[in-house]
């Protein structure tokens, strides 16, 4: 409800300054104006709400209130879907990109969202399908990182590399895309390369802590059990020792994971409960 008073409030600010401008007259031109404003309102509002809206539920909310009030407008549809993604109710996103689909209603960028929504809930050929329906000459970043996951999923990894090569030429903030490009090496077994590219998403952002703990239990996959030299906080050093103590574990290396557990449990700021558990489950067997 609150998305509608807002749609409509700002509406009616529009007209009321136009009236003022007249007078306080309303003529037939008025009138005629009037339909036009809330045709450019609502798109200007559409706008505002799928880009700068703090609440995808609220997004949510004002396009399917919208949608109901005026099911024959498409872009209010094509915003109620791209909403639901945001706010990631998926499947029920896939339900009204199917509709518009149907009746050809598809920009090429909301095919992109499409594939990614049958992504989300497993559907790899749905979302083969819908890429493939994307000309060749539609170049954006969200496209080719799909691609690449694609690719990565049929293990297709000539195609896949290509991919993630071209998605990151489009951003300025390559280190997601990155992150999952090592990740790809990682499966494919190519250890080394995957920490050249989890270093390389660090590099483009030091926050991200999932290419810290990828970077990390790749090193460890290889017998290097130090600690790299990345930013962290306590908390998250204690957590990252804590990976690579798992993977000294499954190594045979269970001495350097006893230390590394000890040394994980020490550092954490707080109580660090599956560290201990851990330990005491790997001290345990040692003693047996």
């Not at 409800?1 to 003529?27: P, S």
């Given at each position: 409800?609150?998305?509608?008073?807002?749609?409509?409030?700002?509406?009616?600010?529009?007209?009321?300054?136009?009236?003022?401008?007249?007078?306080?007259?309303?003529?037939?031109?008025?009138k005629q104006l009037d339909g036009e404003l809330n045709v450019i309102d609502a798109s200007d509002l559409n706008d505002i709400m799928l880009n700068f809206s703090t609440d995808p539920e609220?997004?949510?909310?004002?396009?399917?209130?919208?949608?109901?009030?005026?099911?024959?407008?498409?872009?209010?549809?094509?915003?109620?879907?791209?909403?639901?993604?945001?706010?990631?109710?998926y499947a029920e996103a896939i339900l009204v990109f199917e509709q518009l689909d149907e009746e050809n209603n598809l920009t090429n960028e909301n095919r992109v969202s499409f594939a990614e929504a049958y992504i989300r809930e497993g559907g790899w050929e749905q979302a083969t399908a819908q890429l493939n329906k994307i000309p060749p000459t539609f170049e954006t970043f969200e496209r080719y990182r799909l691609e690449a996951l694609v690719a990565d999923h049929n293990e297709d990894w000539e195609k896949a590399d290509s991919f993630y090569?071209?998605?990151?030429?489009?951003?300025?903030?390559?280190?997601?895309?990155?992150?999952?490009?090592?990740?790809?090496?990682?499966?494919?077994?190519d250890l080394a390369e995957a920490a050249t590219l989890f270093k390389l998403a660090l590099r483009h952002n030091p926050q991200l802590y999932t290419a810290k703990s990828n970077l990390v239990i790749v090193r460890a996959m290889q017998g290097e059990y130090r600690l790299p030299i990345i930013p962290m906080t306590d908390t998250e050093r204690a957590q990252l020792m804590y990976e690579i103590a798992r993977v000294a574990q499954r190594r045979g290396d269970t001495e350097v994971a006893i230390n590394l557990l000890q040394q994980a449990i020490e550092t954490h700021p707080q109580h660090f409960e599956a560290a201990a558990a851990a330990l005491a489950a790997l001290t345990s067997n040692v003693g047996n």
């Open positions: 409800m609150q998305g509608h008073v807002f749609r409509y409030g700002l509406m009616a600010l529009v007209v009321g300054a136009t009236l003022t401008g007249c007078g306080g007259k309303i003529t037939e031109e008025d609220q997004a949510v909310t004002y396009f399917r209130e919208a949608s109901a009030n005026e099911p024959d407008r498409v872009d209010f549809r094509q915003g109620l879907a791209i909403s639901l993604m945001k706010a990631k109710h090569d071209i998605a990151r030429g489009l951003t300025t903030s390559p280190a997601g895309v990155l992150n999952n490009w090592g990740y790809s090496k990682r499966i494919r077994g």
